[in-house]
């Protein structure tokens, strides 16, 4: 019989995977968003555009929550293996 390697523990934490989902769902909303601006007329190519660029700066703060929980997920990491 063969046998099956042991899954490696996942480094991210919970926060860390939410915040990249976060991170990912507004950066396609910013995408969408920046290309219907590109198709409308100029009143309503104004109003997805501005739209495009809230989702550009939420997708920018899910960046920064996710390193920061990066950051606290290592530094647990390292009080957790760290010999006495």
Known sequence: MSEKEPKKPTSQNK????ARLYRNINALG???CFAVGAV????LAAVANTLGALNLAQAAGGEVVRQSAKKRN???????HKKP
């Open 15 to 18: 926060t860390e995977r939410l």
């Open 30 to 32: 910013a995408a969408a």
């Open 40 to 43: 409308l007329a100029a009143p």
């Open 74 to 80: 290592q530094k647990s990491n390292n009080k957790r």
